[in-house]
C-alpha cells in the first residue's frame, strides 16, 4: 500500500470521526433516501449492510426502511477463504467483536450465506470519486469477496459514505471492484 493511499484512509478517517453526532444523524436519514431511490434499490432478498465502526456512515435509518421482504444482513469475516460471508441479522440478535473489533452476528455454520445470494451490499468506504470507485480501510475484503463472482452473479453493490469523503480522482487497482453507485447524504454518484 503507497503511503499516499495509507495518508489519504487516515485524513478521510479523522474527518469522518470530527463529524458531531447530530450531523451523523442527520446523514444517516439523508443517505437513506438516496439508497432508496436509487433505480436498483433492494424490493426484496437478502440485503447486505455493515455495522458502522469509526465513524463510518449509520445505515439505521435505511435498514428501518427497507421494504418487508427484503432480509436485511450483515457481513462476518471467513478468514479461511480471506472473503465476506453473510448472516440474516435483526435488531436485538446476538452480536460478538471480530477480530477488527468490529461487531458480527453470532451464528450457526447454517446461517452463512455467500455474496451471490445477495441482492444487494451496502459498503463501507473511507474516500470515493464521482466515478463510483471506493477506497475501503485497506483490507481488501469487499473486493475479494465480489472479485471472486463473475460479473453475472454479482450482487448490486454501492459505496456509503459521507459528501466529505469525496476525492477528485481515485486510481483503482486491477483488483478493485467499482461500485454500481456511491451514496452519500445529499447524492448518489454512477459509474
Known sequence: MSSSAIELRKHMRDARRALPPDTRLRAANGVAEQLLQLPFAPQR????????????????????????????????????????????????????????????????????????????????????????????????????TLGALSAQARPRSVGVGYEIQRVDAIEPQPWDIRCDAICTESRSYFP
Request: hydrophobic share 50%.
Open 45 to 144: 432478498g437478502y440485503v447486505a449492510g455493515y455495522w458502522a465502526v469509526d465513524g463510518e456512515m449509520p445505515l439505521h435509518a435505511w435498514q428501518l426502511q427497507l421494504p418487508a421482504e427484503c432480509i436485511w444482513c450483515l457481513p462476518v469475516l471467513d478468514d479461511a477463504s480471506g472473503t465476506l460471508k453473510f448472516v440474516p441479522w435483526r435488531v436485538g440478535d446476538d452480536t460478538a467483536p471480530n477480530k477488527f473489533g468490529i461487531p458480527e452476528p453470532v451464528f450457526s455454520a447454517s446461517a452463512l450465506l455467500g455474496a451471490a445470494d445477495m441482492a444487494f451490499v451496502a459498503m463501507p468506504l473511507t474516500a470515493f470519486d464521482a466515478n463510483a470507485h471506493r477506497i475501503g480501510m485497506g483490507g481488501g475484503w469487499y473486493d475479494r
